[in-house]
């Protein structure tokens, strides 16, 4: 008898709100392997609130500064309905909006352990445990000895672009 669809847990459901394009392609590829799905990605306010708009979001990632454009009004919609979200920044977190202040500010760079942390604690815990991050895994002593803490899966995964791209 095949498990019916509707009974199993759903995954939380991310919007991306982010114009820098390598760090919307690493967000994609980080939140599934810490248990979330991506509903989709924007560069743009007008974007941003489109998808809003139409798509279940259980939970968001803005960049505080998009451009020339202010999160602002995306902030306030999420706000609004009650939907979490977590604000990145390079730059200090003066430039937050004011409204929201109070929230949760992810500091660029970060790393998958940073994003671990604050999604965990500000959306909960990933639905399923297709998550295969762990703050406590195991490393061997070559990675320890490297200062390397990502798990083997990861250092391959962050390899691979690295040599595609001549060690970019």
């Known amino acids: 008898m095949a498990a019916d669809p509707e009974a199993s847990p759903k995954r939380q459901r991310i919007l991306i709100v982010e ?6 392609l690493a967000l994609e590829a980080m939140l599934p392997e810490l248990g979330f799905d991506v509903v989709g990605s924007a560069a743009k306010v007008s ?12 939970g968001a990632i803005l960049d505080v500064n998009l451009g020339l454009q202010r999160i602002d ?17 390079g730059y200090s977190i003066s430039g937050l909006p004011a ?15 940073q994003l671990a942390t604050l999604l965990h604690a500000e959306f909960g815990a990933p639905v399923d445990e297709r998550s295969h991050f762990k703050t406590d895994a195991t490393h061997s002593p070559d ?3 490297s200062g390397d803490r990502r798990p083997p899966a990861r250092r391959a995964a962050d390899a691979a672009p690295r040599r595609a791209l001549g060690g970019f």
């Open 143 to 145: 990675d320890r000895r």
């Open 19 to 24: 114009d820098e394009p390598f760090i919307t």
């Open 47 to 58: 974007t941003a609130l489109e998808l809003i708009g139409r798509e279940r979001i259980d």
């Open 73 to 89: 009004p995306v902030a306030d919609v999420l706000a609004g309905r009650g939907c979490p979200f977590i604000f990145t920044t």
């Open 99 to 113: 409204r929201h202040a109070g929230r949760v500010v992810l500091q660029k760079p970060f790393g998958l352990e």
